[in-house]
């Protein structure tokens, strides 16, 4: 965080900084907060703002950090001894039950400069189930001056006993006044942001995302794949392979996008990626006549289902390869 708009929160969640802010001033900080909502929304940024701010040694009347003192340094090198972050170690999926004690021992300790100590778990959904155990008494037995900010774009996968332990923050997606313009002041020239916007469903940091990744005309090459694998003018194996070249992971997550807009233009909801672009819409509404809607849930649940086996290094190409056979074979 160096530039001035790095230490602001979003606009899309002054409210919520405020509401903290108010809490805080009143000493009424909740000792666990959970930051939940769509992933690419910003929690994560949201979440270590808010740290600083609470460490801060001069922070102003609105909370804001003021990126000077020591307590902003120490944050700047990534080294503030007040402040843990956990997440998955590198080579795991999970956030074990080893690193939920060392925070316990770590709160057990004094703060080292102020009155404050901040742990970030990132992202909750991954504390695995001797984890989360362990994480419920630290919850249950809190420390004077501690703060455990949990994020999770997945909160139905966190233990209902770790939910209901914290106070929860939503955070859902911005509304399109102000994601766009975030989005354009962000983005080269050229760049169609209403379209980016839509393909991620709203999420501007998932829209930047993309547009980096040279996401959009993959995103509508996919398309083309599935309207083809439906025609019979192309095969799994061969899909699967482009496919895999460009990214499983990110391939499948497209996949998982397209199969929710189609759901969305079926339930007859708005929102859909073919809001801005004619041509997507009229794309999209001729596949969605041709499925039905509990297929297109079975596909949802095979493409999340193969989302998280890719994670695990299961191969990819069959693992491609079976969804786009489903996926064949899903017309009426
Ligand atoms: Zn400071």
């Not at 609105?62 to 000077?68: E, I």
């Not at 909750?124 to 695995?128: F, G, K, P, V």
């Not at 983005?187 to 760049?191: F, Q, V």
């Given at each position: 965080m160096t530039d001035g708009e790095e230490g602001l929160p979003l606009p899309w969640q002054e409210d919520a900084w405020r509401r903290l802010q108010a809490a805080r001033r009143r000493d009424?900080?909740?000792h666990a907060l959970l930051f939940h909502g769509p992933?690419?929304?910003?929690k994560n940024r949201f979440a270590r703002l808010l740290a600083r701010s609470l460490l801060c040694e001069q922070a102003d009347e609105?909370?804001?950090?003021?990126?000077?003192c020591r307590a902003c340094t120490l944050q700047d090198a990534g080294n503030h001894p007040d402040l843990r972050e956990v997440m998955p170690?590198?080579?795991?999926?999970h956030i074990g039950v080893d690193q939920v004690r060392a925070i316990a021992e770590y709160l057990a300790l004094k703060p080292q400069y102020g009155e404050v100590q901040c742990v970030l778990i990132t992202p909750?959904?991954?504390?695995?189930e001797n984890a989360a155990n362990s994480l419920l008494k630290t919850l249950e037995e809190p420390t004077p001056g501690a703060c455990l900010i949990l994020v999770t774009a997945?909160?139905?996968?966190?233990a209902a006993t770790i939910r209901s332990r914290c106070q929860k923050f939503a955070f859902p997606v911005p509304p399109v006044d102000q994601a766009l313009p975030w989005l354009e002041a962000r983005?080269?020239?050229?760049?169609d942001s209403r379209r980016l916007l839509n393909l991620a469903e709203g999420a501007p940091f998932a829209a930047l995302a993309l547009a980096e990744s040279g996401g959009v005309s993959w995103r509508l090459e996919m398309l083309a794949h599935l309207e083809q694998l439906m025609e019979r003018k192309a095969d799994a194996p061969a899909v699967a392979e482009k496919w895999l070249k460009s990214g499983a992971k990110e391939s499948l997550y497209g996949l998982y996008t397209w199969i929710t807009a189609l759901i969305r233009l079926r339930m007859g909801?708005?929102?859909?990626?073919g809001d801005a672009d004619p041509e997507v819409a009229r794309r999209l509404g001729s596949l969605a006549r041709r499925m039905e809607v509990r297929t297109l849930f079975q596909r949802l649940d095979e493409a999340r289902e193969a989302l998280r086996l890719v994670e695990r290094q299961i191969n990819a190409q069959l693992l491609l390869e079976d969804v786009l056979i489903a996926w064949q074979q899903s017309v009426e």
């Open positions: 009424r900080l909740p992933a690419g929304t910003g609105a909370g804001l950090p003021c990126g000077a170690l590198e080579d795991k999926q909750a959904e991954c504390l695995n997945r909160p139905a996968l966190l983005l080269r020239s050229g760049e909801g708005g929102g859909s990626p």
